[in-house]
Protein backbone atom coordinates (compact mmCIF):
# COMPACT_ATOMS: atom_id res chain seq x y z
CA UNK A 1 0.00 0.00 0.00
CA UNK A 2 1.19 3.33 -0.86
CA UNK A 3 1.38 6.96 1.25
CA UNK A 4 0.83 9.61 -0.89
CA UNK A 5 1.30 13.04 0.14
CA UNK A 6 1.65 15.38 -2.84
CA UNK A 7 -1.38 15.53 -5.24
CA UNK A 8 0.70 14.74 -8.62
CA UNK A 9 1.86 11.77 -7.07
CA UNK A 10 -1.90 10.12 -7.45
CA UNK A 11 -2.01 10.27 -11.70
CA UNK A 12 -1.46 6.67 -11.60
CA UNK A 13 -4.89 5.90 -9.37
CA UNK A 14 -6.84 8.28 -12.01
CA UNK A 15 -10.08 5.58 -12.18
CA UNK A 16 -9.90 4.75 -8.66
CA UNK A 17 -12.50 3.62 -6.31
CA UNK A 18 -12.29 6.27 -3.21
CA UNK A 19 -13.46 6.23 0.22
CA UNK A 20 -13.21 10.05 1.34
CA UNK A 21 -12.29 9.93 5.40
CA UNK A 22 -11.48 11.91 8.23
CA UNK A 23 -9.01 9.50 9.68
CA UNK A 24 -9.76 8.67 12.96
CA UNK A 25 -10.71 5.13 11.40
CA UNK A 26 -12.86 2.58 12.79
CA UNK A 27 -14.37 -1.15 11.98
CA UNK A 28 -16.90 1.05 10.04
CA UNK A 29 -14.70 2.67 7.96
CA UNK A 30 -12.74 -0.62 7.17
CA UNK A 31 -16.43 -1.79 6.18
CA UNK A 32 -16.70 0.91 3.53
CA UNK A 33 -12.74 0.06 2.31
CA UNK A 34 -13.77 -3.62 1.96
CA UNK A 35 -16.98 -2.73 0.12
CA UNK A 36 -14.36 -0.43 -2.17
CA UNK A 37 -12.20 -3.49 -3.25
CA UNK A 38 -15.27 -5.49 -4.02
CA UNK A 39 -16.01 -2.95 -6.64
CA UNK A 40 -12.35 -2.53 -8.13
CA UNK A 41 -12.46 -4.34 -11.84
CA UNK A 42 -9.13 -5.91 -13.39
CA UNK A 43 -6.90 -3.79 -14.86
CA UNK A 44 -8.60 -0.62 -12.92
CA UNK A 45 -6.59 1.90 -10.74
CA UNK A 46 -7.20 0.18 -7.42
CA UNK A 47 -9.17 1.86 -4.02
CA UNK A 48 -7.59 4.91 -2.83
CA UNK A 49 -8.48 5.93 0.93
CA UNK A 50 -7.96 9.61 1.83
CA UNK A 51 -7.53 11.06 5.45
CA UNK A 52 -7.88 14.93 5.74
CA UNK A 53 -9.45 16.66 8.34
CA UNK A 54 -10.94 19.44 6.59
CA UNK A 55 -10.96 23.03 8.54
CA UNK A 56 -14.28 24.25 5.94
CA UNK A 57 -16.79 22.07 7.41
CA UNK A 58 -16.15 22.83 11.67
CA UNK A 59 -18.53 25.93 12.66
CA UNK A 60 -16.90 24.79 15.77
CA UNK A 61 -13.09 25.74 15.73
CA UNK A 62 -12.87 23.68 19.41
CA UNK A 63 -14.47 20.37 17.55
CA UNK A 64 -11.36 21.18 14.84
CA UNK A 65 -8.95 20.71 17.37
CA UNK A 66 -10.22 17.93 19.27
CA UNK A 67 -10.90 16.03 16.43
CA UNK A 68 -8.67 13.10 16.72
CA UNK A 69 -6.05 12.57 14.08
CA UNK A 70 -4.69 8.96 14.91
CA UNK A 71 -2.77 8.79 11.23
CA UNK A 72 -0.78 5.53 12.01
CA UNK A 73 -3.32 3.06 13.09
CA UNK A 74 -5.16 4.80 9.94
CA UNK A 75 -2.91 3.25 7.69
CA UNK A 76 -2.71 -0.12 9.46
CA UNK A 77 -6.64 -0.24 8.94
CA UNK A 78 -6.62 0.53 5.50
CA UNK A 79 -3.82 -1.84 4.29
CA UNK A 80 -5.51 -4.73 6.18
CA UNK A 81 -8.85 -3.81 4.46
CA UNK A 82 -7.53 -4.02 0.93
CA UNK A 83 -6.61 -0.17 0.24
CA UNK A 84 -4.04 0.54 -2.71
CA UNK A 85 -3.03 3.76 -1.45
CA UNK A 86 -4.04 6.67 1.44
CA UNK A 87 -3.94 10.18 0.28
CA UNK A 88 -3.16 12.51 3.58
CA UNK A 89 -2.33 15.47 1.97
CA UNK A 90 -1.59 19.05 3.74
CA UNK A 91 -4.48 21.91 4.10
CA UNK A 92 -2.48 23.86 1.65
CA UNK A 93 -2.36 20.99 -0.82
CA UNK A 94 -6.26 20.85 -0.65
CA UNK A 95 -6.67 24.62 -0.87
CA UNK A 96 -3.64 26.40 -2.28
CA UNK A 97 -3.32 29.61 -1.38
CA UNK A 98 -2.44 31.25 -5.15
CA UNK A 99 -5.34 28.84 -6.96
CA UNK A 100 -9.00 29.86 -8.25
CA UNK A 101 -10.84 26.77 -6.76
CA UNK A 102 -14.70 26.09 -8.50
CA UNK A 103 -16.78 26.11 -5.49
CA UNK A 104 -19.43 23.75 -5.98
CA UNK A 105 -22.48 25.06 -7.84
CA UNK A 106 -24.84 22.44 -6.69
CA UNK A 107 -25.55 21.89 -2.86
CA UNK A 108 -29.12 21.86 -2.16
CA UNK A 109 -31.27 18.57 -2.16
CA UNK A 110 -33.10 17.93 -5.14
CA UNK A 111 -36.57 18.55 -5.44
CA UNK A 112 -36.55 21.34 -2.50
CA UNK A 113 -36.76 24.60 -1.97
CA UNK A 114 -36.09 25.29 1.43
CA UNK A 115 -33.89 23.41 4.03
CA UNK A 116 -34.56 20.71 5.63
CA UNK A 117 -33.86 22.07 9.24
CA UNK A 118 -31.78 19.49 10.19
CA UNK A 119 -28.22 19.02 10.45
CA UNK A 120 -28.20 21.98 8.16
CA UNK A 121 -29.76 24.29 11.22
CA UNK A 122 -27.82 22.49 13.84
CA UNK A 123 -24.40 23.10 12.04
CA UNK A 124 -24.57 25.93 10.20
CA UNK A 125 -22.06 26.30 7.26
CA UNK A 126 -21.54 22.47 7.48
CA UNK A 127 -22.50 20.87 4.24
CA UNK A 128 -20.93 23.85 2.49
CA UNK A 129 -17.86 22.88 3.69
CA UNK A 130 -18.54 18.84 2.65
CA UNK A 131 -19.10 19.79 -0.61
CA UNK A 132 -16.60 21.86 -1.28
CA UNK A 133 -13.79 19.23 0.13
CA UNK A 134 -15.86 16.50 -1.47
CA UNK A 135 -15.41 18.41 -4.80
CA UNK A 136 -11.85 19.34 -4.41
CA UNK A 137 -10.98 15.52 -3.86
CA UNK A 138 -12.90 14.32 -6.58
CA UNK A 139 -11.16 17.13 -9.06
CA UNK A 140 -7.54 16.02 -7.14
CA UNK A 141 -7.90 12.02 -7.28
CA UNK A 142 -10.43 12.03 -10.46
CA UNK A 143 -12.13 8.33 -9.27
CA UNK A 144 -14.94 6.54 -11.14
CA UNK A 145 -16.40 5.88 -7.95
CA UNK A 146 -16.92 7.05 -4.35
CA UNK A 147 -18.31 5.41 -1.38
CA UNK A 148 -20.68 7.01 1.67
CA UNK A 149 -21.65 5.55 4.63
CA UNK A 150 -25.46 5.86 5.06
CA UNK A 151 -25.12 7.11 8.54
CA UNK A 152 -24.45 10.75 7.84
CA UNK A 153 -27.55 10.35 5.74
CA UNK A 154 -28.08 14.06 4.62
CA UNK A 155 -24.39 14.28 4.05
CA UNK A 156 -24.88 11.42 1.51
CA UNK A 157 -27.98 12.84 0.08
CA UNK A 158 -25.94 16.18 -0.59
CA UNK A 159 -23.25 15.12 -2.08
CA UNK A 160 -24.81 12.43 -3.95
CA UNK A 161 -27.23 15.98 -5.42
CA UNK A 162 -23.82 18.00 -6.20
CA UNK A 163 -22.17 15.15 -7.95
CA UNK A 164 -25.37 14.92 -10.08
CA UNK A 165 -25.68 19.13 -10.17
CA UNK A 166 -22.02 19.73 -11.08
CA UNK A 167 -21.63 16.68 -13.55
CA UNK A 168 -18.82 15.50 -11.92
CA UNK A 169 -19.26 12.23 -13.25
CA UNK A 170 -18.57 10.25 -10.01
CA UNK A 171 -20.53 7.35 -8.84
CA UNK A 172 -21.80 8.00 -5.12
CA UNK A 173 -22.17 4.39 -3.66
CA UNK A 174 -24.32 3.83 0.07
CA UNK A 175 -22.40 1.69 2.23
CA UNK A 176 -25.19 0.71 5.14
CA UNK A 177 -24.22 2.06 8.73
CA UNK A 178 -21.94 -0.53 11.01
CA UNK A 179 -22.88 -1.00 14.50
CA UNK A 180 -21.56 -1.69 17.46
CA UNK A 181 -22.97 -5.37 19.04
CA UNK A 182 -25.22 -3.24 20.90
CA UNK A 183 -26.76 -1.61 17.77
CA UNK A 184 -25.15 1.46 18.19
CA UNK A 185 -23.52 2.93 15.29
CA UNK A 186 -19.78 3.06 14.99
CA UNK A 187 -18.46 6.91 15.07
CA UNK A 188 -15.22 8.63 15.64
CA UNK A 189 -16.79 10.59 18.07
CA UNK A 190 -17.79 7.33 20.61
CA UNK A 191 -14.24 7.77 21.64
CA UNK A 192 -15.23 10.74 23.70
CA UNK A 193 -18.39 9.14 25.61
CA UNK A 194 -17.62 8.09 29.20
CA UNK A 195 -18.78 4.81 30.67
CA UNK A 196 -21.94 5.99 31.60
CA UNK A 197 -22.98 7.99 28.67
CA UNK A 198 -22.35 4.98 26.32
CA UNK A 199 -24.64 3.12 27.90
CA UNK A 200 -27.08 5.97 27.33
CA UNK A 201 -25.89 6.42 23.39
CA UNK A 202 -27.86 2.85 22.93
CA UNK A 203 -31.26 4.85 23.41
CA UNK A 204 -30.37 6.01 19.89
CA UNK A 205 -30.91 2.80 18.03
CA UNK A 206 -33.39 1.61 20.10
CA UNK A 207 -35.42 4.90 19.81
CA UNK A 208 -35.02 3.95 15.43
CA UNK A 209 -36.00 0.63 16.10
CA UNK A 210 -39.46 1.61 18.39
CA UNK A 211 -40.35 4.18 15.38
CA UNK A 212 -40.95 1.02 13.14
CA UNK A 213 -43.62 -0.28 15.96
CA UNK A 214 -45.89 2.71 14.94
CA UNK A 215 -48.44 3.51 12.53
CA UNK A 216 -47.76 7.65 11.29
CA UNK A 217 -45.29 9.80 11.21
CA UNK A 218 -46.10 11.41 13.97
CA UNK A 219 -46.87 8.90 16.21
CA UNK A 220 -43.04 7.42 15.10
CA UNK A 221 -41.28 10.81 16.07
CA UNK A 222 -43.14 10.93 19.52
CA UNK A 223 -42.12 7.64 20.23
CA UNK A 224 -38.37 8.43 19.26
CA UNK A 225 -38.49 11.41 21.50
CA UNK A 226 -39.63 9.47 24.60
CA UNK A 227 -37.45 6.80 24.63
CA UNK A 228 -34.59 9.22 23.83
CA UNK A 229 -35.59 11.40 26.90
CA UNK A 230 -35.99 8.20 29.25
CA UNK A 231 -32.16 8.00 28.60
CA UNK A 232 -31.48 11.63 29.53
CA UNK A 233 -29.80 12.51 26.00
CA UNK A 234 -30.26 16.17 24.49
CA UNK A 235 -32.47 15.18 21.39
CA UNK A 236 -31.73 17.99 18.61
CA UNK A 237 -34.08 16.33 16.37
CA UNK A 238 -36.08 12.70 15.71
CA UNK A 239 -38.31 12.98 12.96
CA UNK A 240 -39.62 10.81 10.01
CA UNK A 241 -38.92 12.14 6.65
CA UNK A 242 -38.92 11.65 2.96
CA UNK A 243 -35.73 10.09 2.53
CA UNK A 244 -34.61 11.78 -0.89
CA UNK A 245 -35.40 15.21 -0.05
CA UNK A 246 -35.31 15.15 3.78
CA UNK A 247 -38.54 16.99 3.64
CA UNK A 248 -41.51 16.47 5.84
CA UNK A 249 -44.36 14.18 5.42
CA UNK A 250 -47.60 13.82 5.86
CA UNK A 251 -49.80 11.83 8.24
CA UNK A 252 -50.77 9.19 5.33
CA UNK A 253 -47.21 8.34 4.61
CA UNK A 254 -46.24 4.56 5.00
CA UNK A 255 -42.54 4.88 4.64
CA UNK A 256 -39.69 7.14 5.15
CA UNK A 257 -36.22 8.05 6.65
CA UNK A 258 -36.30 8.08 10.70
CA UNK A 259 -32.98 10.46 11.39
CA UNK A 260 -32.14 11.42 15.19
CA UNK A 261 -29.07 14.10 16.21
CA UNK A 262 -28.83 14.36 20.35
CA UNK A 263 -26.06 15.37 22.45
CA UNK A 264 -25.06 12.38 24.97
CA UNK A 265 -22.86 14.45 27.71
CA UNK A 266 -20.39 16.44 25.39
CA UNK A 267 -20.74 14.55 22.41
CA UNK A 268 -22.99 14.87 19.42
CA UNK A 269 -24.39 11.87 17.77
CA UNK A 270 -26.59 11.23 14.83
CA UNK A 271 -28.25 7.93 13.93
CA UNK A 272 -31.15 7.15 10.90
CA UNK A 273 -32.20 4.01 9.73
CA UNK A 274 -35.27 3.36 7.43
CA UNK A 275 -39.22 3.87 8.45
CA UNK A 276 -41.78 1.92 7.64
CA UNK A 277 -45.39 2.40 9.31
CA UNK A 278 -46.77 -0.45 10.93
CA UNK A 279 -48.71 -2.61 8.52
CA UNK A 280 -46.75 -1.05 5.79
Not at 109 to 126: I, K, M, S
Not at 164 to 174: A, M, N, Q, S, W
Amino acid sequence: MQLIIDPASLEPFAGCVFVPTMGALHAGHGRLIEAAVARREPGRAGVVVSVFVNPTQFNDPKDLERYPRTLDADLRLCEAAGASAVFAPTVEAVYPRDARLSPPTATALPGVATLPGLDDAHRRGHFAGVCQVVKRLFELVRPRAALFGEKDWQQLQVIAAMTRGDGLGVEIVPVPTVREKDGLAMSSRNVFLTTEDRVRARSLSEALCAANGEGTVRAAEERMRSVLEAARVAVEYAVVRDAETLMPLGETAQAGRALIAARVGSVRLIDNAGWRAKGA
